[in-house]
């Protein structure tokens, strides 16, 4: 963020759709953490706030529980500090509905979901299958991510980065998020970008058929078979202080 906020000057904060998560669980944490993104960010709001690593089966209840996170998001969108409110999570399809369950039975509409699309997803646990019909049928903004699994997936070799953007691009996403650590990294996206048409039913049954014995275990997508990727795993205390009673 502190990169970010330097890039940010000189007039392209206004060009950019900006983004950030949050990690706490309850009201005051999670206004403290995006005040403190806002100031590395140097800006005055983000476009899109998102609950960070919505993994665990309570933190839907946390979440919307009576001074949780959502009381904090609710306050920032009404303060102009955020344009739009989602969630982010990686692990489990049946954690993302119980989020989306939890928002409607609250009233609270959920602009954005992020979530792992990718050819060995299709296969296991799958948030494409469970997940993203929902997402379209209500209207909610679908964040791919994790289309090549940080890696992992490229090692089975049995699809290029190429292919597994233009998998992920071929859903309907409203965006697919992908790494740009180097020119090497950048120059492949963009060069998904420019070389994107739109899948025949033909290409996406040939992906899924090549993939499909690889994927049948999850075994190259270990952010949701091991602990390995949860960040507030390893840091529960990002969550600040734990509430599970949910309000009226």
């Given at each position: ?22 990690d706490?669980?309850?009201r ?13 960010l ?9 609950f ?8 839907p ?14 306050e ?10 989602g ?14 369950e ?7 509409r ?21 997940v ?19 890696g992992?997936?490229?090692k ?16 309907p996403?409203?965006v697919?998020?992908?790494?740009c ?11 998904a ?6 899948l ?20 190259y ?14 840091n ?11 309000r009226d």
């Amino acid at each position: 963020e502190r990169r970010m906020g330097k890039a940010l000057r000189d007039g392209y904060r206004e060009r950019a759709f900006l983004m950030t998560k949050i990690d706490g669980r309850d009201r005051v944490t999670a206004e403290r953490q995006l005040d403190e993104s806002l100031r590395r960010l140097q800006t005055d709001h983000v476009d899109l706030l998102q609950f960070h690593e919505v993994i665990h089966a309570d933190d839907p209840d946390r979440i919307f529980a009576e001074g949780g996170a959502v009381e904090a998001a609710i306050e920032a969108r009404e303060a102009g500090k955020t344009r739009y409110v989602g969630f982010t999570g990686h692990k489990s399809p049946g954690i993302h509905t119980s989020m989306l369950e939890a928002a409607a039975r609250h009233g609270f509409r959920l602009d954005t979901v992020q979530m792992p699309l990718n050819i060995m997803d299709a296969h296991y646990q799958s948030f494409e299958k469970t997940v993203l019909p929902i997402l379209v049928r209500e209207g909610i903004g679908v964040i791919g991510m994790k289309t090549m699994g940080d890696g992992v997936i490229l090692k089975c070799g049995m699809a290029t980065p190429i292919e597994c953007l233009h998998y992920a691009m071929n859903l309907p996403t409203s965006v697919v998020v992908t790494g740009c650590d180097s020119m090497g990294v950048l120059e492949q996206a963009l060069t998904a970008a420019i070389t994107f048409r739109p899948l025949t039913g033909d290409e996406v049954r040939e992906l899924l058929a090549r993939t499909a014995g690889a994927a049948a275990n999850g075994r190259y997508e270990p952010y949701k078979t091991t602990n390995k990727h949860d960040g507030t795993d390893a840091n529960p205390q990002w969550l600040g202080p734990r509430r599970v009673q949910e309000r009226d």
